[in-house]
């Protein structure tokens, strides 16, 4: 059974880090392209950041850019996000995502998500 637990959310003030896991279990993750997407209230599920599954190419939202990096770590069937110097609009439900033959920052490629992780960033 494929299943994807995310964790590491929490509150953090503006200008802090934090770094979410995302951890498989049922599957190997350096076998499917995984995504990092947040949800914000009111707003649609926007793609974050993704790694794809053979080769490790990462594309990152613009809004994120320079402040998220995402890594994998096959040895724990992990993959991260470390955020810094987070902003308020970074506040959100934070989800990761698998598929074994999509990629990209659209949702609708992937098939796998995990529950989410609140993330809220705010003084």
């Known amino acids: 059974q494929v299943q994807l637990e995310e964790s590491g959310g929490g509150l953090v003030q503006p200008g802090g880090s934090l770094r979410l896991s995302c951890t498989a279990s049922?599957?190997?993750?350096?076998?499917?392209?995984i995504g990092w997407f947040r949800q914000a209230p009111g707003k649609e599920r926007e793609g974050v950041s993704c790694i794809s599954s053979s080769d490790g190419i990462i594309t990152s939202a613009d809004s994120v850019r320079g402040r998220f990096t995402i890594s994998r770590d096959n040895a724990k069937n992990t993959v991260y996000l470390q955020m810094s110097s987070l902003k308020p609009e970074d506040t959100g439900v934070y989800y990761c995502?698998?598929?074994?033959?999509?990629?990209?920052?659209?949702?609708?490629?992937?098939?796998?998500w995990g529950q989410g992780t609140q993330v809220t960033v705010s003084s």
């Open positions: 049922g599957f190997r993750l350096d076998a499917y392209a």
């Open positions: 995502a698998a598929s074994p033959t999509g990629w990209g920052l659209r949702p609708a490629s992937y098939d796998y």
